[in-house]
């Protein structure tokens, strides 16, 4: 199960921690990948289907996973140029953050 995880940095930390998510995705994913991607080919040149299958599957999670921390690493990116770029709006507080105490006293 995937699940979103946040926290906050500083605005002029925002390109270094992007880096480091990007840093961590390859070098942590993509070597793995090709050594699996071998043992593919290798597997179904002894005609062994069934564990290329399997290679090739954990070989697609894995690129899943890999695409979503891009995706991740985009959707910061495009938040940080929206902000340096004074493309974002002010923050309001949602309505139901009003003093609840109000809406009592209000009613009786």
Not at 14 to 36: D, F, M, N, Y
């Amino acid at each position: 199960m995937r699940v979103t995880v946040s926290y906050s940095v500083e605005l002029d930390e925002v390109l270094q921690t992007t880096a480091e998510l990007i840093r961590s995705a390859k070098e942590g994913s993509l070597e793995p990948l090709i050594e699996k991607l071998e043992e593919a080919l290798t597997l179904i040149s002894k005609e062994d289907e069934k564990n290329a299958i399997r290679h090739l599957d954990d070989t697609r999670q894995e690129l899943a996973k890999i695409d979503l921390r891009l995706l991740d690493c985009i959707s910061i990116l495009s938040g940080y140029q929206n902000v340096t770029t004074g493309n974002v709006e002010d923050f309001k507080a949602p309505k139901d953050s009003e003093d609840k105490s109000e809406k009592i006293d209000e009613k009786g």
